[in-house]
């Protein structure tokens, strides 16, 4: 009897992403993640990431330079 597969979840995506950008994570949670996610929701998951990335930075930098743009 095989174990069963647990569903793909968005939320375990955007963690595995998460931590990747990161740059820390053990590799049997890696490996475990790579068997319960889903390759869209880790495409969506990188895309959220990196608009987040690039908003923060930009507030970062307008902050910085006292918000005269």
């Given at each position: 009897?095989?174990?069963?597969?647990?569903?793909?979840?968005?939320?375990?995506?955007?963690r595995m992403v998460g931590?990747?950008?990161?740059?820390?994570?053990?590799?049997?949670?890696?490996?475990?993640?790579?068997?319960?996610?889903?390759?869209?929701?880790?495409?969506?998951?990188?895309?959220?990431?990196?608009?987040?990335?690039?908003?923060?930075?930009?507030?970062?930098?307008?902050?910085?330079?006292?918000?005269?743009?």
């Amino acid at each position: 009897m095989k174990p069963q597969q647990a569903r793909p979840s968005f939320w375990r995506s955007l963690r595995m992403v998460g931590w990747g950008l990161l740059g820390v994570r053990k590799h049997d949670e890696y490996q475990q993640d790579l068997a319960q996610v889903s390759p869209f929701h880790v495409i969506a998951a990188g895309l959220i990431a990196a608009v987040l990335l690039v908003l923060a930075l930009v507030g970062l930098v307008n902050w910085v330079a006292g918000g005269s743009a």
